[in-house]
């Protein structure tokens, strides 16, 4: 029963539309261009930077709020970002002049609320 059923017409039709569809599937696939691009892997000295000279602003009007942190790194950087409450958010901090960097949140930040200095730099 189910070989006399594979036979009829409309089976047979189905299975060519299937095997054309496919095919064309197959087409639009290999016709598929990607650029060239660059992989490799290899290895390199990671090392953390020394952060000196950190220095509180409070503000002037409120010295219940923090104003702006300044600090200096050890090596030159050109990402600096900074974190002044753990889990808070991050600042994108500015370069002043050489290794000198300043974060200033906006809005200050209250005094109270500051419990860590965490530095991030990459170069």
């Known amino acids: 029963m189910f070989i006399s059923a594979l036979f009829r017409p409309q089976t047979i039709v189905a299975i060519g539309i299937a095997l054309v ?13 990607v650029p060239d691009a660059r992989l490799g892997d290899g290895a390199g000295t990671v090392s953390g930077y020394t952060v000196t000279n950190v220095t509180y602003y409070l503000d002037a ?6 104003e702006r942190v300044t600090f200096s790194l050890d090596a030159a950087a050109t990402t600096v970002r900074g974190q002044l409450v753990a889990g808070g958010a991050w600042y994108t901090a500015t ?5 000198n960097w300043e974060i200033d949140p906006d809005p200050d930040v209250n005094t109270a609320d500051v ?8 170069e």
């Open 115 to 122: 419990d860590t200095l965490r530095i991030v730099a990459a």
């Open 21 to 33: 569809l496919a095919t064309a599937a197959y087409g639009f696939a290999a016709a598929n261009t």
């Open 61 to 66: 009007a409120d010295p219940g709020l923090l």
């Open 95 to 99: 370069n002043t002049s050489g290794l």
